[in-house]
């Protein structure tokens, strides 16, 4: 099993994790917390993959519209690889 597997695997569990602790869809004032639990699963990965991963994950749970999320690591530069927050 190689890296890009292990990290849809984890980003399938959090968005599942999420849908347990926020059934309601409470978001909005768990944002940072919950870029911070993708930043930390992609933080061996380059930016584009790591993204590509983590909007995997959230369509694997239904969730949509949540790719704003990465904005809120902090990491906002565009045009070069970039890697999450470690």
Same mark, same amino acid.
């Not at 870029?35 to 930390?40: L, Q, R």
């Given at each position: 099993m190689d890296r890009r597997n292990i990290q849809l695997i984890l980003a399938r569990h959090y968005g599942r994790k999420c849908r347990l602790v926020f059934p309601h869809g409470e978001w909005r004032q768990h944002e940072a917390h919950i870029? *911070?639990?993708? #930043?930390?699963m992609g933080r061996e990965l380059p930016w584009d993959e790591a993204r590509e991963s983590v909007l995997e994950g959230w369509q694997t749970v239904d969730f949509d519209g949540r790719e704003?999320?990465? *904005?809120? #690591?902090g990491s906002g530069r565009s045009g070069s690889p970039r890697r999450a927050l470690q």
């Open positions: 870029a *911070s639990g993708w #930043s930390y704003d999320l990465f *904005s809120a #690591s």
